[in-house]
């Protein structure tokens, strides 16, 4: 039985406990839960931390340890969501017993958020693994009580997810007792590994899972909002501390006004089109799922790097305009192809609407040697891109970008 949002339920309470089975693909109505949302809200804590440590990396003078330090921490904290949120679309039961599992995982991504700085500053991973490890255990639980539920080739992918995902939090281990110049290459081996445990389950003799096209589309599409949300608001207060101790108006107020209109602009492009059309099976979804860290990795640096340029500008950062404005150019032009790429493409029609984004992503870094005058740039290009895309697409689609 489903209510209103597609969510099953006997009545109007969750069960203390029903069997776990899996949902239906077509199942209609299907839309994130209310814990679902709480999920994705505790994230901002980790993606705030991981923003943080590379806005003073790169403030700092240090872009090769901040890029580093960033790239690891945020594929930490997106594969965390990643792994539930796949979990959920197929087998959301939403009993007392799957929302008790799932706040024990929501503890271990604070866990995780605090060890962070650790991670990034000292390539101390001991907080960071121990929070893999809280919510490892509760997702290994889920996969197996989802095993326990089913039959054949449904139960052996289940217990592959089980055996792949605790063998690689095994494999992490590595993190607490290798020198560290070699833990980024562990960092790397482990990263390809554990995306590999998907194909692993559910290839060969074991099932596909009932991920739900609309549900995994929406789910992704959130987070992305929780990403620019955060821009926005370490943006806000780079600019709030900056107005606090500098009475720079005129300096500051063309890069805020250039920061909203690029993160604007980000949303807009990430939102023009249906993306669950297109994840018909686990070929187009897991290509698509796995671009994401790209795509959210980029966005969060977004705001990172509106951060530093402020800094730049007010005299806090010991780095060079044309470093600073990289901050700000070099993700927003990532975000752009990454877009395109894994995401608008697909609904793209004809050269003209397909060349926008990446000539766009060129633009924006052309606007790297414009120098104080980089982020307003960047944010009128964002605009361009917006209205273009509108244009064409109202020519040639049904869509809006």
Known sequence: MTNGDGHRTPGRHAAVL????????????????????????????????????????LASGHPGHGIAGYLMTFFSVWWAWVNFSWFSSAYDTDDALYRVVTLVQIAGVLVLAAGIPRAFDHADFRVVWFGYVVMRLALVSQWLRAGHGATGAERRTALRYAAGVSACQVGWLGLLFLPTPAKPWLFLVMAAVEMSVPAFAELGRGQETTWHPHHIAER????????????????????????????????????????????????????????????????????????????????????????????????????????????????????????????SRHYKRGVAQQLVLPVSALAILACTFAGRETVLLTGLVGVVTVATGVTLAARNSPYEA
């Open 18 to 57: 029903r069997r776990m089975t899996a949902r239906d693909r077509d199942e209609p109505h299907r839309a994130a839960t209310p814990l679902e949302l709480f999920f994705d809200l505790c994230f901002v804590v980790a993606v705030a931390q991981a923003g943080r440590a590379l806005v003073h990396a």
């Open 220 to 343: 992704y599409g959130l987070f992305t909002l929780i990403v620019l949300g955060e821009t926005v608001a370490a943006a806000t207060a780079a600019v709030q501390s900056a107005l606090d101790e500098n009475e720079a108006l005129g300096l500051l107020l063309p890069m805020a006004g250039g920061g909203l209109l690029l993160i604007f602009a980000a949303f807009w492009i990430y939102f023009a089109v249906p993306i669950h059309l297109h994840l018909a099976s686990n070929r187009q979804a897991f290509a698509w799922g796995y671009g994401h860290y790209a795509v959210l990795g980029s966005a969060a640096a977004i705001g990172a790097g509106i951060e530093v340029a402020i800094e730049q500008a007010t005299g806090k950062a010991g780095i060079s305009v044309l470093a600073a404005s990289a901050a700000v150019t070099v993700p927003a032009a990532l975000f752009m192809c990454s877009v395109w790429l894994v995401h």
